[in-house]
């Protein structure tokens, strides 16, 4: 309730447009006669979708939809995946639809609200220019992560992930899927497994102890922790630590 008041009295809430912030729908309907302004910072960006890209050639037509789009396939099992920020260009666009978003509701601090955005816009392009040159001096392009929350990175770097898991850490695996699975790594001779910081799973952990895999940790950036915030870690420090990472794995 606390919560609520204080987003009621705010000048506007930003949600992801996504189906990870299950609680959106519910806040957007408590404060719709309140002067709050709503802001989908997904808005106008393309999702890809949340299913595995081997799965089926008809997913692969549904890539690039809306939100409002994908949902209109949901009765078919075709789940967007959420993890936009993960690709630096289309979190310019996210940037760019909350700066939008404060321009509407302060303009005359809007060359302020330009200039912070140009800079943040000059960070992300580095971010990509780095994941690039990582990419491009890799010796491989698969990694094999215990939950699949990376598709965003094939998308934009033609990468390659190897998910033990689905998109929800809780989807696991047949003992059929987990046998192709330990057999497909110990095919590739891939020599790391990539874990969530702090997630553990059952599937992703008999996966390991088959095929005899190095652990490294990969941050999708669902949430910031508090101990992220005391060691002054942010978006993208994070992400220059999974680059460093996924080099490791795909040299």
């Given at each position: 309730m606390k919560d609520m008041?204080?987003?009621?009295?705010g000048d506007a809430f930003?949600?992801?447009?996504?189906?990870?912030?299950?609680?959106a729908d519910a806040v957007i309907d408590a404060v719709k006669k309140e002067d709050v302004e709503i802001v989908n910072a997904t808005e106008n960006i393309d999702f890809?979708?949340?299913?595995?890209?081997?799965?089926?050639?008809?997913?692969?037509?549904?890539?690039?939809?809306?939100e409002e789009e994908h949902a209109e396939h949901s009765e078919e099992?075709?789940?967007?995946?959420?993890?936009?920020?993960?690709?630096?260009?289309?979190?310019?666009?996210?940037?760019?639809?909350?700066?939008?978003a404060f321009v509407k509701i302060n303009p005359e601090n809007k060359e302020t609200f330009e200039t912070n955005f140009k800079l943040l816009e000059?960070?992300?392009?580095?971010?990509?220019?780095e994941f690039k040159h990582m990419v491009a001096n890799a010796n491989s392009d698969t990694f094999l992560v215990s939950h699949s929350a990376y598709g965003y990175w094939t998308d934009a770097y033609g990468l390659k992930q190897i998910g033990i898991s689905g998109?929800?850490?809780?989807d696991e695996?047949?003992?059929?899927?987990?046998?192709?699975?330990?057999?497909?790594?110990?095919?590739?001779?891939?020599?790391?497994?990539?874990f969530k910081p702090n997630l553990t799973n059952k599937a992703a952990n008999a996966v390991q102890t088959e095929t005899g895999s190095k652990t490294v940790t990969l941050n999708n950036l669902e949430s910031i922790t508090p101990e992220n915030i005391k060691n002054n870690e942010d978006y993208f420090t994070i992400m220059?630590?999974?680059?460093?990472?996924?080099?490791?794995?795909?040299?």
């Open positions: 008041m204080e987003v009621a009295e930003i949600h992801s447009g996504t189906a990870m912030e299950g609680f890809i979708s949340g299913q595995e890209e081997s799965h089926s050639e008809e997913e692969e037509g549904h890539e690039g939809e809306s099992g075709l789940d967007i995946d959420p993890h936009v920020w993960l690709d630096p260009n289309r979190s310019i666009r996210l940037a760019e639809n909350i700066k939008n000059k960070e992300l392009d580095m971010l990509d220019e998109l929800s850490p809780t695996p047949s003992q059929g899927e987990i046998i192709e699975i330990i057999s497909l790594v110990k095919e590739q001779k891939l020599a790391y497994i990539y220059q630590e999974n680059i460093k990472a996924l080099a490791k794995g795909l040299q």
